[in-house]
């Protein structure tokens, strides 16, 4: 028990109760021995299931994603002050691997999801990104941190083209200039609505069906081009 002496309530503690059930175990039967080793184990069950020890694995890895995300957002801050107001584009971000010094100096060490994969990353699909997310999926669903409605409906929290539905994640951090769990097109999209493009054209929509991920596009010159996938097409939509 590494000298601790957890409480039992009554004035009793674990370690106590042990030394006290070795002592009667003098003089036992086999009967009596088992019955008593039977009664310690449960006791000894019982202080560790109090203790919840995936409950504290589990937010120790929490508390680990949430501080990488903030290194992240950090260094790229960082990066963009170096390079004339653009974060790193998503061909720099792919050849990033877990614990690398790739990204250095903004980084010294590329961090990677305690189960070694790596953190979702999105930014604007274009040469000079503008905005940045960086996202993870919290163990515990509910931290104060997720946002109170996340599991009541579907919702795309990707961008640029990358389509990445709220089930995969539930925390993230992104540039100041959008929130991270909100969805945002391709600064080269012109915004207006569409869907069923063909050889005819596009067909200007005033709704769509959000359950099915790039059911709409922000018009990309008449074309349903991917980075201009939307999960919300009509006059309510800040498309």
């Known amino acids: 028990m590494g000298g601790e002496n957890y ?21 036992f039967t086999l009967m009596e021995m088992v019955v008593a080793m039977t009664i310690m184990l449960m006791l000894i069950a019982l202080v560790v299931s109090s203790m919840n020890p995936w409950g504290v694995l589990n937010k120790g890895q929490d508390a680990t994603r949430k501080k990488d995300l903030k290194r992240l957002s950090v260094a790229f801050e960082e990066y963009s002050n170096d390079h004339d107001g653009c974060y790193p584009t998503s061909t720099v971000l792919a050849g990033l691997a877990c614990n690398s010094d790739d990204f250095a100096p903004w980084l010294q060490r590329w961090p990677c999801d305690p189960d070694g994969s790596q953190y979702y990353i999105v930014v604007d699909d274009v040469d000079c990104p503008r905005w940045f997310k960086i996202l993870t999926n919290l163990d515990n669903v509910n931290d104060a941190d997720i946002p109170e ?91």
């Open 7 to 27: 409480f039992l309530g009554a004035g009793f503690y674990v370690r106590d109760m042990v030394n006290l059930i070795m002592k009667k175990m003098q003089g």
């Open 149 to 239: 409605d996340w599991y009541d409906s579907f919702r795309n929290v990707g961008g640029g083209g990358v389509l990445l539905p709220s089930q995969e994640v539930n925390y993230g951090v992104s540039s100041t200039n959008m929130n991270w769990y909100e969805y945002v097109i391709s600064s080269t999209c012109s915004g207006i609505c569409s869907t069923d493009c063909g050889p005819s054209g596009c067909q200007s929509v005033v709704s769509c069906d959000l359950t099915t991920p790039g059911g709409c596009y922000a018009d990309n010159n008449g074309e349903n081009a991917a980075i201009c996938v939307t999960d919300c097409c009509g006059p309510t939509c800040s498309n």
